[in-house]
Antibody, heavy 122, light 109 residues
Framework: EVQLLESGGGLVQPGGSLRLSCEASGFTFSAYAMSWVRQAPGKGLEWVSAISGRDGSTYDADSVKGRFTISRDNSKNTLYLEVNSLRADDTAVYYC???????????????WGQGTLVTVSS | SYVLSQPPSVSVAPGQTARLSCGGDYIGGKSVHWYQQKPGQAPVLIVYDDSDRPSGIPERFSGSKSGNTATLTITWVEVGDEADYYCQAWASTSGRSGVFGGGTKLTVL
């Protein structure tokens, strides 16, 4: 059974930083693209960042480019998201997502974690 | 930027058929995926690659495309199907981007 366990969320001041983690189990982690998808309170879904399981290539939404960095440690079956220069509109539940294949392009979110809440407020 | 358009709400009676639309330019050339999200829960993939269902998803849920519109059809709607439904695709306008529709709230009357 696929399990994705996020951690690292919390309350942070504008301009601050956090490191989100996602521990994965139940599948061959290195073979799959992994992503972060967020959902602001009462709002829809936004695909934030993704990292390939094939070649380590990454994708970042324009809204986070230059501020967020996605990475993975295949030896630890763990996905990360470094979030910097946080703004109020980054407040959201951040979901760790397993892709349907090793590729980012055309990917879908096959499995979801329960999410970790990031609140940006002074 | 690429936009997937979904109606904000759809209402249907139990036992009827719900059809949820997702419109976008050139959607015919993209793989469209659908998710169901119930209140307080993480989304769940219910259709991928336009019309395939993950294991465990009932046959009542089906996906299709025609022209610039993808459609999620739910037959024999149950009260438990009340949820938000999102379509998703990848676009290549001004760089690649993962795009979700704004979501449709399905109300079962």
């Amino acid at each position: 059974e696929v399990q994705l366990l996020e951690s690292g969320g919390g309350l942070v001041q504008p301009g601050g930083s956090l490191r989100l983690s996602c521990e994965a189990s139940g599948f061959t982690f290195s073979a799959y693209a992994m992503s972060w998808v967020r959902q602001a309170p009462g709002k829809g879904l936004e695909w934030v960042s993704a990292i390939s399981g094939r070649d380590g290539s990454t994708y970042d939404a324009d809204s986070v480019k230059g501020r967020f960095t996605i990475s993975r440690d295949n030896s630890k079956n763990t996905l990360y998201l470094e979030v910097n220069s946080l703004r109020a509109d980054d407040t959201a539940v951040y979901y760790c997502v397993k892709g349907g294949s090793g590729y980012i392009w055309g990917s879908y979110a096959e499995s979801w974690g329960q999410g970790t809440l990031v609140t940006v407020s002074s | 930027s690429y936009v997937l358009s979904q109606p904000p709400s759809v209402s249907v009676a139990p036992g009827q058929t719900a059809r949820l639309s997702c419109g976008g330019d050139y959607i015919g050339g993209k793989s469209v995926h659908w998710y169901q999200q119930k209140p307080g829960q993480a989304p769940v993939l219910i259709v991928y690659d336009d019309s395939d269902r993950p294991s465990g998803i009932p046959e009542r849920f089906s996906g299709s495309k025609s022209g610039n519109t993808a459609t999620l059809t739910i037959t024999w709607v149950e009260v438990g199907d009340e949820a938000d439904y999102y379509c998703q695709a990848w676009a290549s306008t001004s760089g690649r981007s993962g795009v979700f529709g704004g979501g449709t709230k399905l109300t079962v009357l």
